[in-house]
Each structure stands twice: as structure tokens, then as C-alpha cells.
């Protein structure tokens, strides 16, 4: 029997994500935060030693990094191209039940606004590229004019994620509203941005962020409308 040459053994990083503890690993590093291995364990469900040797076996599958800090070791993606695998499948999973008040508020939070590994993300995300459009600073073709201008005062420095290795400024289907985000370098610098101006805020849930009662004021006056932040705000 011949076998087709295939373009790529994609066989051995679908069998590192598949199993359940690692999966979960994996989750929790995509709100694109390096974590300790006590952390992700507690996070997966597992003990210190097996949530070790998972990381042994993500770090040399090449989908984890490793990151020292004096005695202390964190582990992160090892690339976007990582996260966008793992959102890619988060479209094509089933959602767990959710059985308990936590999980709730966790999925709602989730929903609501997180990080894509390093863009964001759910309702706020959606938001965001909702009003790029509407307010004609995107297009089909990337930022517009108006959109490079709005970018500017915002602090995004444009020039410099046009010069990325990675794609400028791709239109990323959300996993949780089934609508497009924006992804990319520009989604990259636009979140940047929003964090150091404090108007994006991390919470205790990990990848979920809530827009600040700034965030709120600061993109309405900068869009021009109150539409992009009309949600209720989730602490």
C-alpha cells in the first residue's frame, strides 16, 4: 500500500494537546501571562510532579517556553501561532456544563472580555472591531485613513506592528460570540495599549480583563459613541 507524503506530521502535536491535563495547561496559558508550574498544576486539577512532567513533554513538543526568574521557572506559549491553534480549536469543541454559581460567573467573565493570548477577545473584543468598522477606520483592506489617525491617539505605534513577522491585522473568529475580533500585530499593540492606559484591567479569573470605568469613557469619546461599551460592567 503507498502512502501520500503529507505536507505536515501534524500526528504528534495533536496527540501533546489532546490529553485533558495538558489541554488544560495549555488553556491557562493562553491569557498570554507566563505561569508557574504550581500554578498551572492547581489550574489543570493534577499534582506538582504529573503537571512537571507535562511541561517536560510541552517544552519539548515546542509548544511551551520556559522563562527564569533567579531560582523560579514560568512557562508561556511558545508563539501566537500556539494560541491560534488552540482557539481554533475552542471553535470546533463543545463547551463544558457549567455546575456550579463559580463556573458561571467564570464563563460569563470569559464571555464578556479576556485575551486572546495577547488581543482581546469576547464581547469587548467584538465590541472593538464592531466600531472600528461602523466609525469607517477598517475596511477589507486594513486600517483606513481615519483608522491610522484613531490608532495614533489611542498610542499605537502602527509602523512598528506593520513590521511584525506576524500578520498586521487579521479578523479572528470568536470562539465564545462566533464573530469576528481583531487579531494580529495591530490587535496585539491596540490591547497593549489599552492596558497601559488602565483601561483594560486583569482580574482573578485567569484570561478574563474587565474594561474600566476609564476604558469605558476613554472609547466612547474616542469612537464617538456609547455603543462599544453599553454592557454592564462585570468586577
Same mark, same amino acid.
Given at each position: 500500500?503507498?502512502?501520500? =507524503?503529507?505536507?505536515?506530521?501534524i500526528?504528534?502535536?495533536?496527540?501533546?494537546?489532546?490529553?485533558?491535563?495538558?489541554?488544560?495547561? @495549555?488553556? =491557562? &496559558?493562553?491569557?498570554?501571562?507566563?505561569?508557574?508550574?504550581g500554578?498551572?498544576a492547581?489550574? =489543570?486539577?493534577?499534582?506538582?510532579?504529573?503537571?512537571? +512532567?507535562?511541561?517536560?513533554r510541552?517544552?519539548?513538543?515546542?509548544?511551551?517556553?520556559?522563562?527564569?526568574?533567579?531560582?523560579?521557572?514560568?512557562y508561556?506559549?511558545?508563539?501566537?501561532?500556539?494560541?491560534?491553534?488552540?482557539?481554533a &480549536?475552542?471553535?470546533v469543541?463543545?463547551?463544558p456544563?457549567?455546575? $456550579?454559581?463559580?463556573?458561571?460567573?467564570?464563563?460569563?467573565?470569559?464571555?464578556? +472580555?479576556?485575551?486572546?493570548?495577547?488581543?482581546?477577545a469576547?464581547?469587548?473584543? /467584538?465590541?472593538? @472591531?464592531?466600531?472600528?468598522?461602523?466609525?469607517?477606520?477598517?475596511?477589507?483592506?486594513?486600517?483606513?485613513?481615519?483608522?491610522?489617525?484613531?490608532?495614533?491617539?489611542?498610542?499605537?505605534? /502602527?509602523?512598528?506592528?506593520?513590521?511584525?513577522?506576524?500578520?498586521?491585522?487579521?479578523?479572528?473568529?470568536?470562539?465564545?460570540?462566533?464573530?469576528?475580533?481583531?487579531?494580529?500585530?495591530?490587535?496585539?499593540?491596540?490591547?497593549?495599549?489599552?492596558?497601559?492606559?488602565?483601561? @483594560?484591567r486583569?482580574v $482573578?479569573?485567569?484570561?478574563?480583563?474587565?474594561?474600566?470605568?476609564?476604558?469605558?469613557?476613554?472609547?466612547?469619546? @474616542?469612537?464617538?459613541?456609547?455603543?462599544?461599551?453599553?454592557?454592564?460592567?462585570?468586577?
Amino acid at each position: 500500500m503507498e502512502y501520500i =507524503a503529507a505536507d505536515a506530521d501534524i500526528a504528534p502535536v495533536a496527540a501533546l494537546i489532546a490529553e485533558p491535563a495538558r489541554a488544560a495547561i @495549555l488553556t =491557562a &496559558l493562553l491569557g498570554g501571562r507566563a505561569l508557574a508550574a504550581g500554578e498551572l498544576a492547581r489550574m =489543570a486539577g493534577v499534582s506538582a510532579a504529573t503537571a512537571s +512532567a507535562h511541561l517536560a513533554r510541552l517544552l519539548d513538543g515546542g509548544l511551551v517556553d520556559v522563562v527564569r526568574q533567579g531560582r523560579h521557572r514560568y512557562y508561556r506559549l511558545a508563539g501566537h501561532e500556539i494560541a491560534e491553534v488552540l482557539e481554533a &480549536l475552542a471553535r470546533v469543541g463543545t463547551r463544558p456544563p457549567v455546575r $456550579s454559581l463559580r463556573q458561571s460567573r467564570q464563563a460569563r467573565l470569559l464571555e464578556e +472580555a479576556r485575551t486572546c493570548y495577547d488581543h482581546l477577545a469576547g464581547r469587548a473584543g /467584538v465590541g472593538l @472591531l464592531d466600531g472600528l468598522k461602523r466609525g469607517g477606520h477598517f475596511d477589507g483592506h486594513g486600517l483606513t485613513g481615519s483608522g491610522e489617525s484613531l490608532m495614533s491617539r489611542l498610542g499605537v505605534d /502602527v509602523a512598528r506592528a506593520r513590521r511584525s513577522r506576524r500578520l498586521f491585522a487579521p479578523e479572528c473568529l470568536d470562539w465564545t460570540e462566533r464573530r469576528a475580533h481583531l487579531g494580529g500585530a495591530l490587535g496585539a499593540a491596540v490591547t497593549e495599549a489599552l492596558f497601559e492606559r488602565g483601561w @483594560l484591567r486583569r482580574v $482573578s479569573v485567569p484570561r478574563a480583563v474587565i474594561v474600566t470605568d476609564a476604558g469605558r469613557e476613554g472609547l466612547a469619546e @474616542l469612537f464617538g459613541s456609547k455603543e462599544l461599551t453599553s454592557g454592564t460592567p462585570v468586577t
